[in-house]
């Protein structure tokens, strides 16, 4: 299945974060999710086969990677209060379905 | 764990019954749409999908039906039982982004009493 790390993270504003996802072996394709607390999830991004493959209404400082083996990072720079969320990681083959990991939860204080 | 919907709709059922969770989506040019049952300090886990060509689709005491005249969707679970508590999400992928992102609903919380 798709894992993600860390669980939990806490940082404070103006500091910068790496999330960490590993993907379901065999998927190409790896989506970026932020879930506030009550609230359904958001797309952030999307990578396919290591280049960007479309993006939310989420800044710059939101940016991504992909790697060959299955792995990619969510990086956020300049955290603000507002970036406190769940994070979650999404892949898929190309089947259109996506498959979830457990999510990081992100506090910026 | 984390608290997943503090404000969402909640529909409230009895062991044993049917349910039946809607959903309006709001992309004519959506072509696929999947439910997702997210329990509290996880992950949006897969329940059932449905592409724009089929009205309905069965799963294991699911089913999905889809109205593309009125752009509504809904689940129905069958038996309902104490594990099916959690929050119930629909989403939606519009076929002309070009990438397969889903745009979500704002999720209902389903509630099961023993």
């Known amino acids: 299945g798709v894992t993600q790390s860390p669980t939990h993270l806490i940082k404070t504003r103006g500091q910068q974060v790496t999330l960490r996802c590993s993907s379901q072996?065999?998927?190409?394709?790896v989506s970026w999710y932020q879930q506030a607390l009550g609230q359904g999830p958001q797309f952030i991004f999307q990578?396919?086969?290591?280049?960007?493959?479309g993006r939310g209404n989420f800044p710059p400082r939101f940016s991504g990677l992909q790697f060959p083996n299955d792995s990619s990072e969510l990086n956020v720079n300049a955290l603000e209060l507002d970036d406190s969320a769940l994070y979650l990681c999404?892949?898929?083959?190309?089947?259109?379905?996506?498959?979830f990991g457990p999510g990081t939860r992100l506090t910026v204080l | 764990g984390e608290s997943v919907g503090l404000h969402l709709p909640t529909l409230s059922v009895q062991e044993g019954d049917n349910s039946i969770i809607n959903c309006a989506y709001s992309?004519?040019?959506?072509?696929?749409f999947i439910w997702y049952k997210q329990e509290s300090g996880k992950g949006p886990q897969f329940i059932i999908d449905?592409?724009?060509?089929?009205d309905k689709r069965q799963g294991q005491r699911v089913t999905v039906l889809l109205n593309k005249t009125v752009k509504h969707l809904s689940l129905q679970i069958a038996a309902t039982q104490p594990g099916d508590s959690a929050v119930y999400f629909c989403?939606?992928?519009?076929?002309?982004?070009?990438?397969?992102?889903?745009?979500f609903g704002s999720g209902t919380r389903l509630q099961v009493q023993p």
């Open positions: 999404a892949s898929s083959s190309n089947e259109d379905t996506q498959y």
């Open positions: 072996s065999g998927h190409n394709t």
């Open positions: 990578y396919y086969r290591e280049e960007e493959n």
């Open positions: 992309n004519s040019a959506s072509d696929y």
């Open positions: 449905i592409r724009s060509n089929m």
């Open positions: 989403a939606e992928r519009a076929m002309d982004t070009g990438r397969r992102a889903l745009t």
